[in-house]
């Protein structure tokens, strides 16, 4: 299986290079992107000083684009595989095997890296949103996804021509969900992470609050209108 990891880096100077490291380091059978946002700070220096595969978007764009970019490079290069892996250092090289090894044995469109099946738990207003996520998902397609917001993904082939020819695609929860209504298998594997290695995190309070509202209105209106 030909899988390839997509990075999408905004401003992560601090983290990038080792993330990279530690991604070749652990996992050598793949193949990687870095998908440069349009950062202002050093990111595109780093990719560029130490030879990492990579493009720079001229602007930042935001993560939706920035992940389509890759996808669109999966697509056209003929991967089986993609996933989904941040440049922040938050997510363990060592589980993107048993990723592809559930793509396959599971004959799955979408594996979910799942912190709660390894025993974690959110609390306050994030671990409130997870939870009320996974009872709309449920509610709407009668699959239990038990950590909507995991952010490491792995994306068998109909999955990546999907986000590199359509429009309306995000890698995001109701993305998942809309999935899953159109008869995509969604698996999960136990996972680990870690907190952010460094740089400043999007997940201030605020933000939380606006994601989490964003999400839970997608997947009850507008996923039903695609």
Same mark, same amino acid.
């Given at each position: ?10 401003? +992560? +100077? +601090? !983290? ?5 490291? +530690?991604?070749?380091?652990? !996992? ?94 959110? /609390? ?9 996520? /996974? ?10 996804? /038990? ?68 999400? !839970? ?10």
């Amino acid at each position: 299986m030909r899988v390839l990891a997509i990075i999408p880096a905004y401003n +992560e +100077e +601090e !983290c990038l290079s080792s993330t990279v490291s +530690e991604l070749r380091s652990q !996992c050598p059978e793949i193949d990687y992107l870095v998908v440069n946002d349009g950062s202002r700070d050093r990111t595109a220096s780093i990719i560029r000083e130490e030879g990492l595969h990579g493009v720079n978007l001229p602007v930042n764009t935001g993560l939706t684009s920035a992940f389509r970019t890759g996808m669109k490079y999966a697509y056209r290069h003929g991967y089986d595989a993609a996933i989904q892996f941040d440049a922040d250092g938050q997510h363990v090289p060592t589980f993107v095997r048993s990723m592809a090894q559930a793509l396959d044995e599971k004959d799955a469109d979408i594996v979910i890296a799942s912190r709660f099946l390894n025993g974690e738990r959110f /609390t306050g207003a994030r671990g409130a949103g997870s939870h009320l996520i /996974t009872r709309l998902i449920r509610m709407t397609t009668g699959t239990t996804i /038990t950590d909507p917001t995991s952010g490491m993904r792995m994306y068998g082939r109909s999955m990546i021509e999907l986000f590199a020819t359509g429009f309306d695609v995000a890698p995001e929860p109701d993305t998942v969900a809309w999935a899953i209504r159109k008869g995509n298998k969604v698996v999960e594997i136990p996972a680990q992470m870690r907190e952010r290695q460094g740089g400043e995190s999007y997940l201030k309070l605020s933000n939380v609050i606006k994601y989490m509202s964003r999400t !839970c209105l997608s997947i009850l209106l507008f996923q039903w209108l695609r």
